[in-house]
């Protein structure tokens, strides 16, 4: 199926079927939609249209500056879950349609790193689907967070378009050289290894017909037949995969989870939302060097039992996810929450702390500084960006004084922040945080480091039924070593990795080598 670009920043358009055409209704006019499902669609004056419950949105609610500029963001949220809903059923019409001509081949849906943004979301669509697809281009600094956020429990998930498009200079000469673009290349297809199934590049041959400057360049081999230095990456990286294919099985889920918020990212706040996610990524797989997986409220029936769940700035959810976690932390799990939650999906008031006994006086987030005291004894200092500052943002002040509480529930426990510490600048106080959190749950380490790794520095283990394998990035313009021992295989692993490059290691549960690429390795004895 071809790639869905449906951006939730653009105006939204309604198709409503009837006897005689098609309708196309744009945003910008109240529509009386609803009420009888045999009527024609009717415009409404703007005066009644407002009192509409089934009135569209208009296109300037959906920008980060829509109170202000006149306009009502507050159907954001449900017009998202309409086009979700509709492009879900289109997704299980299309298999359906498939699978009813006797084919068995596997279907999926194209979608680049919009998808789990603010565009259609496997979040929804994945059910109907064999595997779920990332197409990984722009934003290589949120390599993991493209592969992560994507994969679901049960799901195969394939980075299924990756590549380097044309990036250029101001003066419009390529900023990159072709060693420069086959690193990127590599690290992206290292980390896709990260709870997924690996990568395919887009294309293999460079298309110089293409009438698109921005993407004649991609391909592995150029017109005039020779290759570009990512063809000797993608044929390390397939004798990595073909040399123990059986080991390629069923992913064991990690001991801690990130639950992220759609009612924040199907907001005005969507931006900060995304820069969240990336920011609570980083601080526990980069600098606490943590694996975990990624999964959105809607859906929390696939949470089952990991030691750590932490819910990153959230501001709002619905009540039933509110209710999943609770559910959780019941039956012994911990939650880390940070700042308040007292929204719902209509950016109403809910009460989420005055049930379990917390007090607390929510107030807007208006300030940069503020202070962290973190109960294991470390104090951070946060500070808040102008964006944030500016933004519909809250915080909470306990009536006791502290940063953080830690409240029983149930059989488990729920740590709590004052302040949404991932709205903050910086990883290093969300890092600490996050460490914190950890031992509260009682994860244990993947790895033990035996020389400090570089923040800048992805060590990510993968489990899988009798193997692990680790995909390595190294994000820093140096070469940084790696010395850790694996606490599943206790294997040494030891290696110097280039700057910009990536590696990958497969490991039997013995702690043998079953495959490798680029310089992974383990210590010489």
Known sequence: MTERSVSQHAAPVLMVKTQGSDQRLHAGSSYR????????????????????????????????????????????????????????????QMRDLIRGTGSQQLVTVGQDEGGVAGRVSPAFYSPFLDFTEDHTWWDFDAILWASLAPKFPGKPLLIQETGEQRRLTLDDHLRFSAEVEGWQLERKIAVSFAQGAGALEWVWNVNAYMANDNEIPIGAVRPDGTEKP??????GFAAFAAKSPQSFTKIVPPEVTMVTSQVELYSTLGGLALDTQKKALRAMAYYDHTPLRMLPENRLAELGTPKLVFLPSAQGLTEGAWQQLL??????????????????????????????????????????GSGLQVPDGTTEQLGFPADVQQSSAETMRFTDGKTVEVISHGSGKILWTADPVEFAEGHEATAALYRWALDQA??????????????????????LDDAEIYSFSNESADAQPVDLVDALTNAHIQFTIGAQRGAALLLSRSGAVLSSYGEAELATK
């Open 230 to 235: 990512e063809a000797a990456m993608l044929a």
């Open 327 to 368: 559910d959780y932390v019941a039956k012994g799990g911990t939650l880390l929450v940070t700042g308040p939650v007292d929204r719902n999906e209509h950016w109403q008031e809910a009460d989420r702390m005055g049930p379990l006994g917390i007090k607390a006086e929510v107030i807007p987030l208006a300030v940069r």
């Open 33 to 92: 939609i609803g009420r009888d499902p045999q009527a024609q669609p009717t415009a409404l004056a703007p005066e009644v249209g407002a009192q509409d419950p089934m009135a569209l949105p208009k296109a300037g609610a959906f920008q980060p500056d829509a109170v202000r500029s006149g306009f009502n963001p507050l159907k954001v949220y449900d017009y998202t879950l309409f086009t979700q809903s509709v492009f879900a059923d289109w997704v299980k």
């Open 442 to 463: 009682r994860v244990k380490a993947a790895f033990r480091e035996v020389a400090p790794l570089s923040p800048a520095v992805l060590a990510f283990p993968t489990v």
